[in-house]
Nanobody, 126 residues
């Protein structure tokens, strides 16, 4: 299974970006998916995660009402729409996947994920 993230870049505070991650090499709809981020000097943290069914999601308190995770089981992608970006959102963003037996399961811990993308850098700065 391979994950390829894209969509990062430089954006002004208050701006928006949409990250996408293509998952290949497996049956996409059996995976729970997540976005994590790691800022310089900080530990990697969960940003948003989504279950197989897409009916259940998780968002960190710091991004609630600003970020939205979604999945497209036809295009085998997981997306992260990021609005009202802040300088504190500056980080390398990683997508991750894990085979989930339950369609409603939303893993939120790093150790729960097996497959990881290479990361895409998001810089929020004026």
């Amino acid at each position: 299974v391979q994950l390829q993230a894209s969509g990062g870049g430089l954006v002004y505070p208050g701006g928006s970006l949409r990250l996408s991650c293509v998952v290949s090499g497996g049956t996409f709809d059996i995976y729970a998916l997540g976005w994590f981020r790691q800022a310089p000097g900080k530990e990697r943290e969960a940003v948003s995660c989504i279950s197989r069914s897409a009916a259940n999601t998780y968002s960190a308190d710091s991004v609630k009402d600003r970020f939205t995770i979604s999945r497209d089981d036809v295009k085998n992608t997981v997306n992260l729409q990021m609005n009202s970006l802040k300088p504190d959102d500056t980080a390398v963003y990683y997508c991750a996947a894990v085979l989930a037996a339950r369609r409603t399961f939303v893993p939120t811990k790093q150790y729960e994920y097996v497959y990881w993308g290479q990361g895409t850098l998001v810089t929020v700065s004026s």
